[in-house]
T-cell receptor, first 112, second 115 residues
């Protein structure tokens, strides 16, 4: 099936450091969604990006959609231990198609 | 409001046995998704329903897997016969498709272990 690639696969940071995960696709995306899954939990929706070049912020989290709509990033400023988990991007390749395919995920560990 | 409800939370069975996983989507949501999560393959979309009709089942691994949605408030995923490689966490998710906010709401998942 379709899958976007995320990098890095794993990231360990000291509490207070910044963190960025990147999502890349070889094809143009209609929109992209980001989810967070805590250890032992289920994915929880964070945000959806639709427009080329769109930037959205949620407190310490900044989400960006590339100009060509083929990549996206999630940046966390000054990480906290509550940020621990796996961050997934998810995409719909075709407008109107409702299947949502998840990226490979980036597992974030925050060292206190 | 109750979220997506899955049962059972944990299932341990022996190879060859039939396994049935259950899901109750959020009331009013017209799309339902079944995902499987493993360390090796990540989150895989198995099948998705829209208005109780299966739209895309291309992710269903093989004929041993089947899914039904007899009404808007219930869906099952059945594995018969089960094999050890089916061991995974199975998530059900629902979504109010057709709106501007088509985010998925996930259930807590079923941890399946096939011995």
């Amino acid at each position: 099936g379709q899958q976007v690639m995320q990098i890095p696969q794993y990231q360990h940071v000291q509490e207070g450091e910044d963190f960025t995960t990147y999502c890349n696709s070889s094809t143009t995306l209609s929109n992209i969604q980001w989810y967070k899954q805590r250890p032992g939990g289920h994915p929880v929706f964070l945000i959806q990006l639709v427009k080329s070049g769109e930037v959205k912020k949620q407190k310490r989290l900044t989400f960006q959609f590339g100009e060509a709509k083929k990549n996206s990033s999630l940046h966390i400023t000054a990480t906290q231990t509550t940020d621990v988990g796996t961050y997934f991007c998810a995409d719909k390749h075709q407008t109107g198609a409702n299947n949502l395919f998840f990226g490979t995920g980036t597992r974030l560990t925050v060292i206190p | 409001d109750a979220g997506v409800i899955q049962s059972p939370r944990h299932e341990v069975t022996e190879m060859g046995q039939e396994v049935t996983l259950r899901c109750k989507p959020i009331s009013g949501h017209n799309s339902l998704f079944w995902y499987r999560q493993t360390m090796m393959r990540g989150l895989e979309l198995l099948i998705y329903f829209n208005n109780n009709v299966p739209i895309d089942d291309s992710g269903m691994p093989e004929d041993r897997f089947s899914a039904k949605m007899p009404n808007a408030s219930f869906s099952t995923l059945k594995i018969q016969p089960s094999e050890p490689r089916d061991s995974a966490v199975y998530f059900c998710a629902s979504s109010p498709q057709g709106t501007t906010n088509e985010k998925l709401f996930f259930g807590s998942g079923t941890q399946l272990s096939v011995l």
